[in-house]
């Protein structure tokens, strides 16, 4: 699961049913090598993080609430 990029994988894209299923088996709650994204994905474990507001977030966006612009804003506009 190191490797495997599931934000940028079109394989994953493809059919990501194999790879949730593997990722529940594997650890319920993973954090992502490469955003540093938690997933979670046991029942019990997603009750309890919606439950736990200090600790989890419920953005719906890699990069955070408030991501940084892919680019230097330049004018006044």
Do not use: C
């Amino acid at each position: 699961l190191a490797t495997v990029d599931y934000f940028s994988d079109q394989t994953i894209s493809q059919d990501p049913y194999a790879y949730w299923d593997h990722l529940r088996e594997q650890n319920p709650v993973h954090r992502e090598p490469h955003y540093g994204v938690v997933a979670v994905t046991g029942h019990q474990e997603v009750l309890a993080a919606f439950k736990d507001h200090d600790s989890f977030s419920a953005v719906n966006a890699i990069g955070g609430p408030f991501p940084p612009l892919p680019f230097v804003p330049e004018g006044d506009d």
